[in-house]
C-alpha cells in the first residue's frame, strides 16, 4: 500500500489529491511503525507526517494554484543520475546485517547496553526517552536547534502580521456554528492531552516533540475557525517569537547549570544529590524546552502562512 | 461471569466489523458522493462505538478503560462533525455547479 | 475474534483506497482519506489489544485528533478558494 500511494504521488497532477495521498503515506507509514513495535516514532510521524505536513502544504496550495505545471523538458540526466545513487544505494544495503538479525553491532554492543544500563543509570521506564534525552543529549539539543532555525528562517522569508488591535468579525466562518462550538469543545481537552502527552514521556510514549505538535495542532483548530486576528488576541505573534526562543534557552540552561554544577555540558547527574533524580530533573526540564519551542515554531509559521492568505486576498480588494 | 463478557465483547467486535465492511462496500458502490457519504458517515461513528465498546470489555477496570472512553467520546464529537462539513461542502459545490452562483 | 476485526479493519483501508484512487470528485477523495484515518485509529486500537501494549492507545487519540483536523482544513481550503473564485468572478 505504501508502494501503491508513493507511485500515486509521484504521478498524480492534481495537487490536492497530492496532499491527501501524503497524508495517507504519514498514517500509513506511522502504522508501520507500530508495527515494528516503535511507538515513539509512530507518534512523531503521525503528528508531524499525517497531520501537520498536510496542513501547511494546503496552505500553500491556497496561495498558488490546483494544478502542477505541465514539465516540458525531460531530464535525463538528472533520471540516470538519481537512478545510479539508488542503485548504489541499494547494493550498499546488502552490505548490512540482517533485518534484525542478532548480531548486527548495533544490536550486540549498543543496544544491549542501553537496554541493560538505562535502568540503573536513568531510571525511567521508557528507553526511548533515555537515549533521546540523556544519552544523546546533544543530538537532541541539535535538534530544538534546527527548528528554531526553521522557524526563523520561516520568519524572515514570510514576515508575521502584528497582532491588530481592534478585532473585526471574523470573517471566514461566520457561518460554521457547528464547527465553531464542536471546536470550542474539543480545543481545551486537546491542550490538555498534550500536556499529558509532554510530561508523561518518560513511561509511554510521547516527550516534547509529539506534546509540542499536538499543542500546536491545538491552536492551529482554534486558528482556522476564528481567523488568524483573532487568534493573535489569544496567542500573539510576540509571546511567539519569546517562547521559541525560550525553549532553545532552557535546554542550554540545563547544560549551562550541570557545568556550573561541576560536571559536564548537560551532564545531568549533578544536578541534584542523587544522581538519579538529577537525570529525572534533566530529562524533564529540557523536554520541556523541547516541547515549548516545537509548539512556538509550529504556530509561528502557521501564523506566517495564514497571514499571508489573507494579505493576499486584502490585495486583491 | 468471564465466559459472558468475552462473548458479549466479541459479538460486539463481530457486529462492529461487520458495519464497517458493509460501510466501505457502500462507499465503492454507492452512484453519487452524497450517497456514499451517507454510508460512510452512517455506520462510522456506529461501528466505531460497536468496536470501541467490545473493546472496552475486554479492558476491564484500568487506565486503558478510561482511554478507550475518552478515544470514544473524541470520536463521538469529531466523525459527525467531519461528515457536516463534508456534507455542507458538497452541497455548496453542487449548488455552485447548477445555479451558477450562491443566494446565500 | 479481534484477529478478524484486524482483518477486517485492513480489507476496509484497502477498500477506501480504491475509492481514494477512483473517486471522481475530490470530494469522494476527501471522504476516502477521512475513512481511512477512521479506520487506522480502531486498527491500532485493536492491534494494542492484540499485542497486549496499551500505550498504543495514546496514538490512536492522537491519529484521532490528525485525521480530524486535515479533514477540517482540506474543507476551508476549497472554501477559500471558492471564496475567492467568487470574488474574482463577482468583480468581472
Known amino acids: 500500500m505504501l508502494f501503491a500511494t508513493a507511485i500515486g504521488i509521484v504521478l498524480s497532477r492534481d495537487l490536492i489529491a497530492v496532499v491527501m495521498l501524503t497524508g495517507i503515506y504519514g498514517f500509513l507509514s506511522a502504522s508501520f511503525f507500530v508495527l515494528m513495535d516503535a511507538v515513539d516514532v509512530a507518534f512523531t510521524e503521525a503528528a508531524v507526517g499525517a497531520g501537520i505536513s498536510p496542513l501547511l502544504m494546503l496552505l500553500t496550495l491556497a496561495m498558488v494554484g490546483r494544478k502542477e505545471q505541465a514539465n516540458r523538458s525531460r531530464n535525463f540526466f538528472a533520471l540516470m543520475l538519481v537512478t545510479i545513487t539508488g542503485a548504489l544505494l541499494i547494493i550498499g544495503t546488502f552490505g548490512m546485517p540482517e533485518f534484525g538479525s542478532a548480531n548486527a553491532p548495533a544490536h550486540t554492543h549498543v543496544a544491549p547496553r542501553y537496554i541493560e544500563q538505562s535502568g540503573a543509570e536513568i531510571g525511567i521506564p521508557n528507553i526511548v526517552t533515555s537515549v533521546l534525552a540523556s544519552y544523546r543529549g546533544f543530538d537532541t539539543f541539535g535538534e530544538v536547534a534546527v527548528i528554531f532555525t526553521a522557524g526563523i528562517g520561516v520568519l524572515s522569508l514570510l514576515m508575521l502580521k502584528p497582532a491588530p488591535s481592534q478585532v473585526p468579525l471574523s470573517n471566514g466562518a461566520r457561518h460554521h456554528t457547528v464547527l465553531r462550538i464542536v471546536s470550542k469543545i474539543l480545543i481545551p481537552p486537546i491542550l490538555l492531552f498534550a500536556l499529558y502527552v509532554q510530561f508523561h514521556g518518560d513511561y509511554g510514549p510521547g516527550g516534547g516533540f509529539q506534546a509540542g505538535v499536538i499543542f500546536a495542532a491545538g491552536i492551529i483548530l482554534y486558528t482556522m475557525f476564528f481567523g488568524v486576528d483573532v487568534a493573535q488576541q489569544v496567542v500573539s505573534s510576540a509571546v511567539l517569537r519569546v517562547l521559541a526562543a525560550f525553549g532553545v534557552l532552557l535546554y542550554g540552561s540545563v547544560g549551562l547549570v550541570s557545568m556550573l554544577n561541576g560536571g559536564e555540558f548537560l551532564n545531568y547527574s549533578v544536578l541534584a544529590e542523587n544522581p538519579l533524580t538529577g537525570q529525572h530533573i534533566g530529562i524533564l526540564v529540557i523536554e520541556l524546552g523541547v516541547g515549548i519551542t516545537v509548539a512556538a515554531v509550529m504556530v509561528m509559521i502557521f501564523y506566517c502562512f495564514a497571514g499571508q492568505q489573507s494579505k493576499q486576498v486584502e490585495a486583491e480588494e | 461471569m468471564n465466559d459472558a463478557i468475552g462473548f458479549l465483547s466479541g459479538a460486539l467486535l463481530l457486529l462492529g466489523s461487520f458495519l464497517i465492511f458493509t460501510g466501505a462496500l457502500g462507499v465503492l458502490r454507492f452512484p453519487d458522493t452524497l450517497s456514499r457519504m451517507h454510508a460512510a458517515g452512517v455506520t462510522e461513528t456506529l461501528a466505531t462505538t460497536l468496536l470501541l465498546m467490545g473493546l472496552m470489555l475486554l479492558a476491564g477496570w484500568s487506565l486503558v478503560l478510561l482511554k478507550l472512553i475518552m478515544i470514544l467520546l473524541f470520536i463521538l464529537f469529531t466523525s459527525p462533525t467531519s461528515s457536516h462539513a463534508l456534507a455542507k461542502a458538497v452541497w455548496r459545490h453542487q449548488e455552485d455547479e447548477t445555479k451558477g452562483g450562491r443566494h446565500d | ?92
Open chain 3, 1 to 92: 475474534m479481534l484477529a478478524v476485526t484486524t482483518f477486517t479493519l485492513i480489507l476496509v483501508m484497502a477498500m477506501a483506497l480504491i475509492r481514494g484512487f477512483a473517486g471522481p470528485s475530490i470530494f469522494d477523495r476527501v471522504l476516502a482519506a477521512n475513512l481511512f484515518g477512521t479506520k487506522t485509529v480502531l486498527l491500532i486500537a485493536v492491534l494494542g489489544f492484540l499485542f497486549g501494549r496499551p500505550e498504543f492507545l495514546d496514538i490512536a487519540l492522537l491519529y484521532a485528533l490528525m485525521n480530524f483536523i486535515s479533514v477540517i482544513a482540506i474543507l476551508r481550503y476549497f472554501e477559500h478558494t471558492q471564496k475567492a473564485e467568487e470574488g474574482r468572478s463577482a468583480d468581472e
